[in-house]
């Protein structure tokens, strides 16, 4: 999909996994927009033209209840006329600020585009530098201090604006951080083009600038120094322009010509046509040339990733609305852990599942293990074939013990493999029951779990399976299988 719609669909992205109590946007919604979808480009629809048509649909009621939903969309749009913005700046700045001279004489020796193609040079060696350390660390990707401005001009790097509903305003939060993450490298080549642009516009105007004073004043070139010889400027200086005065024929002034031209001995100098024409020769083939292949490079790499941006459609969050697209159902497995699972608990899951797949979802409750049989798992826990979620339940009454709990956990995730995400459910019903005027015993158990389970990369997900607090279920599961995505 291009930009527009991989923008409008990170956003409705962002609504829909954030938004766990859907106070902003209802089951009702997402059932009406998949379902509109549908009806519009058909049940074969490729995903990323279904799952865009979905976010322009949802987006179209959204905008109409926050209009901050649309204005973070504009916010987070480039602005085409920063580039040409920038190359005007520049080109006057370079016409302005490029003088020969108020005296009218030209040292050669320090002659002001030097520092044009010094700066020039430095510049270049800092992008192979960056780009050697991009390729092996995630900082050498970031963009510099003039790199950010220019991409906070141009909307690349916006800023939130502030928005009063408190549940809206954390939505676009999420959304402008997992934006700015994932157009990363589009604002990269975007920034990148305008900077290219600028300098080829300076040093252009710097060139401009001193042909046209050229014109109507007569300048004149020599050289002074307290400690080089004339044999030593020839040397610098045949080394500066010698590919310039290759290309132009213009040949550089020899020993005895530069022994003439030394101001410092009383010398007038002499015109300064050829080192002009020398100079300029030499920014065009420094700076115009190298730059222009850059922007270039750039515009070509901005182009591509504007009109195919890179969206991972295999996702979870893709997969359960391409599943409802089709109707397939979506298979989860509940394997409980020396824990036997009440009706009322096993309703409370069902609901869960409904929640986040949709009404299609099949859920199949494995037969219970035994403490201590993670050793050897019967044939056929977890069914071959995909599963759109293995749930692991433990019970809170439990204490969490890393060979028995532990040891489960990792045998259930090494069957399922990348088939299937695995999630560790932890049912506090009973222990609530039993402890329902200590809560802080509850506190103290859920920490035990939590310690148990970050040692093993995982988070669990506390839910009352006889009444499941829907919105903290659906966050905690969402984070859960996000992680497990990006793993």
Do not use: C
Request: net charge positive; proline share 6%.
């Amino acid at each position: 999909m291009n930009e527009a719609a991989a923008r409008e669909t990170a956003l409705v992205q962002a609504i829909e996994t954030a938004d766990a109590g859907r106070a902003v946007w209802s089951d009702e919604d997402r059932t009406w927009a998949t379902r509109a979808a549908g009806e519009v480009t058909g049940a074969d629809a490729a995903p990323d033209a279904f799952v865009a048509r979905r976010a322009s649909l949802a987006l179209e009621r959204l905008r109409t209840r926050h209009p901050a939903f649309g204005r973070a969309l504009r916010a987070v749009t480039w602005r085409p006329w920063i580039v040409p913005a920038l190359a005007v700046v520049a080109f006057a700045l370079g016409v302005l600020a490029d003088q020969l001279g108020p005296t009218r004489r030209v040292n050669v020796l320090a002659f002001p585009l030097l520092a044009l193609l010094a700066w020039n040079v430095v510049v270049y060696l800092l992008i192979a530098v960056r780009g050697v350390w991009g390729l092996v660390s995630a900082r050498g990707r970031e963009l510099g201090p003039l790199a950010r401005a220019v991409a906070r001009l141009g909307r690349a790097v916006p800023r939130e604006p502030a928005v009063q509903d408190a549940a809206v305003s954390t939505l676009l939060g999420i959304f402008f951080t997992g934006w700015a993450r994932a157009a990363a490298p589009l604002a990269a080549a975007r920034v990148g083009r305008s900077l290219h642009t600028a300098a080829f516009a300076l040093a252009l105007g710097a060139i401009a600038g001193m042909y046209v004073r050229g014109l109507v004043l007569e300048y004149r070139a020599g050289w002074e120094s307290t400690f080089i010889s004339a044999e030593s400027v020839h040397a610098l200086l045949a080394f500066v322009l010698g590919p310039a005065s290759a290309l132009t024929g213009i040949a550089i002034a020899d020993v005895p010509r530069l022994e003439a031209m030394h101001l410092g001995t009383g010398g007038a100098g002499e015109n300064a046509a050829p080192w002009i024409h020398l100079y300029a020769a030499t920014v065009a083939l420094v700076v115009l040339v190298p730059r222009f292949l850059l922007a270039m490079g750039t515009w070509l790499g901005e182009r591509r990733l504007a009109a195919h941006f890179p969206v991972a459609l295999d996702e979870p969050y893709f997969t359960r609305l391409t599943r409802q697209l089709r109707r397939e159902p979506a298979r989860v497995r509940v394997v409980p852990y020396s824990y036997q699972l009440a009706p009322q608990a096993v309703l409370g899951l069902q609901a869960i599942v409904a929640r986040l797949f949709g009404p299609h979802a099949e859920v199949s409750v494995a037969p219970g293990i035994s403490w201590g049989g993670e050793d050897a798992l019967p044939e056929g826990l977890v069914p071959a074939g995909p599963h759109a979620l293995i749930a692991i339940v433990f019970s809170l009454a439990a204490t969490p013990e890393a060979e028995n709990h532990g040891a489960f956990l990792a045998a259930v995730t090494a069957l399922a493999g990348r088939a299937a995400p695995v999630v560790a459910i932890v049912d506090e019903s009973g222990f609530r029951k039993r402890f329902a005027q200590e809560p802080r015993r509850l506190d103290e158990r859920r920490a035990a779990w939590r310690e148990l389970l970050a040692g093993r990369g995982r988070e669990p997900v506390f839910v009352d399976l006889d009444a499941p607090d829907h919105a903290v279920v659906d966050a905690g599961i969402e984070r859960n299988l996000q992680a497990e995505a990006r793993g």
